[in-house]
């Protein structure tokens, strides 16, 4: 389903009176649109050209800080532009804000006019032009999970973010009846996505009380991720407009299942045939797709930064609620991180279960595609499937356990050194260091609680 504005058809709505403002937005390392509100009359004029934010955009953390030890940015190059380059085949509606029309960009660098390459989504852009020279499109889908709680972000906060009131009060797993007590915020999500242009294919309750799924159409990866980052902005935007607020932390509550964000994958060759599907098989996977899930297999700690990117999105690997502990394979098991779904048939994909809700789309997609790809170019042979309940597995391969492990087999990862870049993983990797220096600097209330009198 593609976009539905073209700057003739924009213009036609603007003289009808049906749209006056266009975000103009870019995606930052956090996976946030960050961007300006034009006026429709300005953006028709000029804006659609290229317009221009500071360069700290790619180099501050999720408070906004100006982070020290970024070649891209700092203080001692005086903080300069990047171009903001509208992605015109993203222009689109906006029907859950009034009058308003969004469009996304690609950041460039402001002499060279290339595109900025630790830019997420120039990252995933790079890998997916990789596949396509390799002969293979590469299509994904993520699964939105996140938490529905029944106030506003502003009430919560003036509480200190304590007492938070999921919509439902049990474990809504399927529930047609509680989600039909939800639908209010969650219809109008759906229909609002629609409308927008973004294939939505459904949405369900998941396996904690107040927590939903949002599923929407496999596409190609640059697609998937922009629909991805325009899922979680409208639903945060309308559930606020509705009064309640959503999370899409990997784990917001220590006695309750994480968000995931599953990633469904699947290469087709350039002329449209599923490349994963061979009908001799006995699970029906090609030798593309053993060698594609051995790379990721193989790779699988040293991606996962960028599937885990918080210090909080380790604490999702729980046994026993759904995610995975181990980076291993298996068919139709919810317990691997790697779960071969649709097996005998031409839909036969993997679905990778490690990332959290709180991951950045694009850097999540162009990881497992550059894992992948070194698999069918290395044509690495596939490990034996495990089979049965791997949180019981022992001896096989597990999921780092934190991203201070997770960062330094980032650090060390020749594989993404070669598929992004020194200066991208170096960035990266920076990126995790202050994440790491930050949650240990803090002191929360899990020491206040614990040591204050007993200390
Ligand atoms: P599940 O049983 O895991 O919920 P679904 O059939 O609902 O599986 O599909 C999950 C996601 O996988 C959807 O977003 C769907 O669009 C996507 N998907 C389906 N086929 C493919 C494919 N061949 N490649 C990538 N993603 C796919």
């Known amino acids: 389903m593609p976009a539905n504005l073209t700057l003739e058809t924009l213009s036609a ?23 300006k509100r034009f006026h429709a009359a300005f953006f028709l ?18 408070e906004m800080n100006t982070v020290p030890g970024y070649k891209s940015a700092g203080w001692e190059k005086g903080y300069g532009d990047y171009v903001m380059k509208p992605d015109l085949a993203t222009l689109r509606r906006i029907p859950w804000l009034p009058g308003t029309a969004l469009v996304l960009c690609d950041l460039l660098d402001h002499d060279t006019h290339e595109e900025v390459a630790v830019s997420p989504r120039a990252i995933l852009k790079h890998q997916v032009a990789r596949a396509r020279a390799m002969g293979f499109d590469a299509m994904m889908a993520t699964e939105l999970e996140f938490y529905l709680f029944e106030n506003s972000y502003e009430s ?22 509680q989600t039909s007590k939800e639908e209010e915020v969650m219809r109008t999500i759906r229909n609002a996505l629609y409308a927008a242009g973004i294939p939505v294919e459904n949405s369900k309750g998941e396996a904690e009380a107040g927590q939903e799924e949002i599923n929407y159409r496999y596409s190609d990866s640059v697609d998937t ?18 009064g309640k607020s959503v999370t899409f932390m990997a784990k917001y509550d220590t006695r309750r299942a994480g968000s995931a964000a599953h990633v ?11 490349a994963f599907y061979d009908h001799d098989d006995a699970n029906g996977m090609s030798a593309v797709m053993k060698q594609f899930l051995a790379g ?41 991180g790697f779960r071969v779904c649709g097996a005998h048939t031409k839909a036969v994909r993997v679905e990778c279960r490690i990332p959290g809700a709180d991951v950045n789309p694009y850097l999540t997609c162009a990881a497992l595609l550059a894992a992948g790809l070194a698999g069918i170019e290395g ?28 960062a330094a ?38 020491e206040l609680q614990r040591l204050l009198e007993r200390a």
Request: glycine fraction near 6%; aromatic fraction near 10%; charged fraction near 25%.
């Open 156 to 177: 919560y906060r003036d509480k200190g973010h304590g007492g938070l009131v999921p919509v439902s009060g049990y474990n809504e797993d399927y529930h047609i009846f």
């Open 225 to 242: 991720a922009d629909n991805h980052t325009l899922i979680k902005q409208a639903t945060k935007e309308i559930a606020w407009a509705k």
């Open 296 to 336: 990721q297999l193989a790779h699988a700690e040293e991606i996962t930064v960028f599937l885990a990117p918080y210090v909080n999105s380790y604490k999702r690997f729980t046994v026993g609620l759904f995610a995975p502990t181990k980076a291993v394979w298996s068919t139709d098991n919810r317990t691997a």
């Open 379 to 406: 044509k690495l042979d596939l490990e034996a499937e495990m089979k049965g309940d791997m949180y019981a597995a022992q001896n096989v391969r597990e999921i780092p356990k934190n991203l201070r492990d997770a």
């Open 409 to 446: 087999r980032l650090n060390g990862s020749s594989m993404l050194r070669a598929a992004f870049g020194d200066d991208v993983v170096d960035h990266y990797h920076r990126n995790a260091e202050w994440e790491i220096a930050e949650t240990d600097r803090v002191v929360t209330d899990f």
């Open 13 to 35: 709505a603007v003289d009808a009176g049906e749209i006056d403002t266009v975000l103009v937005a870019a995606v930052d390392m956090q996976g946030r649109l960050m961007g």
């Open 45 to 62: 004029d000029s804006g659609y050209r290229e317009t221009h934010c500071c360069n700290y955009l790619l180099a501050v953390d999720m």
């Open 264 to 274: 469904h994958q699947s290469l087709w060759t350039t002329d449209g045939k599923p």
